[in-house]
């Protein structure tokens, strides 16, 4: 008897556990691997950064072990375990020396920190928070410690300002833009968010970056590219993320700004499929949990032989700095349109809208959040 060769699962982030979970309502039978680099364990990665304020470790923040995982999913799942290289034509992968074959094979690798060079000491301080073992090190390395310096004034820059703050850190912030999340929202938007955070005691210094860091005594001294200097202790790199893409790219498969996939969540070869932050489906890399789920149901269907195209509603984003509530409905990057804005002080209400009047896309802070659902009923869909 031959062998049943697996469906091949690499990555147990919300896109390999979830889609490991859709498939398995579907198919109780083929063998399932799952291989993570990281040590398996089951989290919600938007719990990074509110984990300050709601006091939880790391280790609170688990919800399954991998071996709960494993029976759960009736899989066998490799732990800290990388995959090396991928071998289409042979549908086969390889840890290192080892091969591996596949039947199918579903690339959820993720996306990775973008890093930016500091001179000087940086590197004992520098923390990215991209995964939940990140999240214990700079936990670790906090403990005891008061002054963090952020850096990127971005989505998730101004979450863990937020967070970091409620934690009791005093938090500076340096970023290049002249505005918070730039690529979101407009600057009336952004400006409701940055004075709803500076009232908690942020300190923004925009438009400018971290030139290099000194060690001195207990602390560090950052140096800033207008000349001025901050004392901090830890820095958290905050400054965006970027699919990876490497692997697929050595092994022929077609790429953009994430792994190329059609509607169907196949890349350009047939028995490779990518969802998650690492897949830029029929165009689109949107880094955040909706459009990840979306995809594992449609893709759950796919590998079970009913071929299922993945679509994408309306996708708000609920940003988290309670410091000033922001939802955002990120326009889709071809539509054309302009922002038109409406309300002061906290409370903005922008839309973005078409030349014929069509709403695509918004940004409501403080009180107007309460219209979100109001307005998500005439949005159009991001994939449709
Ligand atoms: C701090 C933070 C807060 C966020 N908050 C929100 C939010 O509020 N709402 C929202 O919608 N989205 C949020 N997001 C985005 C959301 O969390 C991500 O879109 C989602 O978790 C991505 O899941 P993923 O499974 O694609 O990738 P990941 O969770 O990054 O998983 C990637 C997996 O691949 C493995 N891997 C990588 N390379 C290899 C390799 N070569 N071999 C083997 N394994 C490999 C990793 O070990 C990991 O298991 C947030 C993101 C961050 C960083």
């Known amino acids: 008897m031959s062998e049943t060769l697996p469906l091949v699962i690499i990555g147990t982030g919300l896109a390999g556990y979830t889609l490991a979970k859709e498939w398995r309502k579907l198919d109780s039978q083929t063998p399932l691997l799952m291989i993570t680099a990281d040590d398996g364990r089951s989290y919600s ?25 494993a029976e759960q999913l009736n899989a066998r799942i490799f732990t800290h375990t990388r995959v090396t290289a991928i071998d289409p034509g042979h549908c086969r992968l390889w840890l290192g020396e080892e091969e591996v074959r596949y039947r199918d094979l579903v690339v959820a690798w993720g996306a990775e920190p973008i890093r930016v060079p500091v001179a000087g000491e940086a590197d004992a301080i520098l923390f990215p928070i991209n995964d939940l073992e990140d999240y214990a090190r700079f936990r670790t390395a906090a403990e005891g410690k008061q002054r963090v310096l952020i850096l990127g004034a971005g989505l998730i820059g101004c979450e863990f300002a937020n967070d ?55 602390h560090y001294v950052a140096h800033l590219s207008d000349g001025t200097e901050r004392i901090c202790d830890l820095v958290v790199s905050a400054v965006g993320l970027k699919p990876r ?24 070869h047939a028995h490779i499929y990518a969802l998650g932050d690492c897949a830029e489906v029929d165009g689109v890399n949107l880094m955040y ?55 002061n002080g906290s409370d903005i209400k922008a839309l973005y809208r078409d030349a014929t009047g069509q709403l695509l896309g918004y940004a409501l802070t403080g009180s107007a959040v309460s219209e979100k659902l109001t307005l998500n009923k005439t949005l159009p869909p991001v994939l449709a």
């Open 45 to 69: 990665k938007p719990m990074l950064s509110n984990g300050f304020a709601k006091g939880k470790t790391a280790e609170a923040l688990v919800m399954a072990e991998p071996g709960a995982m």
């Open 245 to 268: 893409v490497d692997l697929a790219q050595a092994a022929g498969l077609a790429v953009e700004r994430g792994i190329v996939v059609n509607r169907e969540l196949q890349t350009s």
């Open 289 to 343: 949990v909706m459009p990840l789920m979306a995809c594992a149901r449609a893709l759950a269907k796919t590998l079970t032989g009913t071929p299922t195209a993945v679509v994408y509603g309306p996708m708000p984003v609920t940003v988290k700095t309670p410091a000033c509530p922001l939802v955002v409905a990120i326009p889709n990057k071809q539509s054309k349109g302009d922002w038109s804005v409406e309300g």
């Open 164 to 218: 970091l703050r409620c934690g009791g850190y005093e938090v500076d912030v340096v970023a290049p833009c002249e505005q918070v999340m730039p690529t979101l929202i407009p600057a009336e938007a952004a400006a409701a968010v940055q004075t709803g955070l500076e009232a908690i005691g942020v300190r923004f210094h925009l438009g400018l970056t971290l030139v290099s860091l000194r060690r001195e005594a207990d």
